[in-house]
């Protein structure tokens, strides 16, 4: 990419893989950069702003990271990717009412997505909506079985309910 790039600077495709590499090897800095050059140049390529949005989340900038997503959103308001991303992004700010919205979005259209019932389940829990937890994380638990987060968080939501003895039984 570096001799795409020496040659032809403004090459969106080249800056986007780059900067791509440089996140995977931990240089969310020049990633940001060479991303968001990537963007400027093709504010249209939704996987641009995708990935600008996980090198955004990487270093602690949620809320460039929520703005990104949204942005990407506005070029297709129903990629289940991005409200995922966006939903996790809520979740990390403690957001849950606007996580669980997204969430079941995802859910609606992607009825196998373990990890957006597993996270619904427990954005629910944190805003103590047991009912809607229970059931979300009991979905994760049948996708997943082995998970252990899933049953945990399921086992909290039975204790909360006052079925222990379910509970228990996990």
């Known amino acids: 990419y570096t001799q795409i790039l020496r040659n032809d600077p403004d090459n969106a495709d080249a800056n986007y893989l780059l900067g791509t590499v440089y996140h995977q090897t931990g240089d969310n800095i020049t990633a940001e950069s060479m991303i968001l050059k990537a963007v400027n140049l093709h504010p249209d390529r939704l996987s641009y702003r995708i990935n600008l949005g996980v090198v955004y989340e990487s270093s602690g900038k ?8 949204s942005e990407a959103l ?8 991005v409200l995922f991303n966006l939903a996790n992004c809520y979740t990390a700010q403690k957001k849950f009412e606007d996580a669980v919205s997204c969430y079941r979005r995802v859910v609606s259209m992607n009825p196998g997505h373990v990890a957006a019932f597993g ?11 047991l009912e809607n937890a229970r059931d979300a994380l009991a979905e994760a638990h049948k996708l997943d079985p ?3 987060d899933y049953q945990y968080n399921l086992g909290i939501c039975y204790q909360r309910t006052g079925a222990l003895d379910t509970a228990l039984e996990l």
Do not use: F, R, V
Not at 62 to 69: D, G, P, R, W
């Open 119 to 129: 996270s619904l389940g427990y954005c629910c829990l944190a805003l103590d909506q």
């Open 74 to 81: 506005s070029l297709n308001p129903d990629d289940p990717l």
């Open 146 to 148: 082995a998970n252990p």
């Open 62 to 69: 949620l809320q460039e990271a929520e703005k990104t997503y």
